[in-house]
């Protein structure tokens, strides 16, 4: 319909023409931007919400992700995709009851991903949270916290190497 159109109007798609204009409105950045991972184990306790401490900058575009409190802060206004994937296990096989990750902007939860193990406990489960979050450029921030819940205590549990954490902004 639109060629049809636009040849009623005597434009012939076979010419050639050569632009000398200005693009105006198109493109963009999508930074800020980061990656970080956990290079190495971080250690949790069982049924108690921890922030992840992704402790390996894989890239920062702006130093907006500090990998001592774990939050990113982009200073910029605008929608950001975010997304984390962290690998939780429990140091026995058998007793990992349940688990899950939950992306927070600022002190609430965006989205979570939760593993219920109760009629078949294991040892590890793998969590992966997506999500589109409008930040405001100046005070908001998103963490990710994890939770595991075993059926014994005396072992140790963890967020495991490699699980990683990032977020870019989207252009609008």
Do not use: W
């Not at 931007?33 to 890239?59: H, L, P, W």
């Amino acid at each position: 319909m639109a060629i049809t159109k636009i040849q009623s109007e005597s434009l012939n798609l076979s010419d050639n023409y050569d632009f000398t204009g200005t693009v105006t409105g198109a493109g963009g950045v999508m930074t800020p931007a980061f990656c970080a991972e956990r290079n190495g184990d971080q250690g949790i306790s069982y049924s108690v919400r921890t922030t992840v401490k992704f402790n390996n900058e894989i890239f920062d575009s702006s130093n907006a992700y500090s990998t001592t409190s774990g939050t990113f802060t982009p200073q910029v206004a605008g929608k950001y995709y975010i997304s984390a994937n962290c690998q939780l296990t429990s140091s026995q096989n058998d007793i990992l009851n349940y688990s899950f990750i939950e992306l927070y902007k600022n002190s609430s939860v965006v989205t979570e991903s939760v593993h219920n193990n109760l009629n078949n406990p294991g040892k590890i489960d793998n969590h992966t949270v997506i999500a589109i979050v409008d930040m405001n450029g100046s005070t908001d921030n998103v963490s990710i916290q994890a939770f595991i819940n075993v059926a014994a205590g005396g072992y140790t549990a963890a967020i495991r190497d490699m699980s990683t954490f990032q977020a870019y902004k989207i252009i609008e």
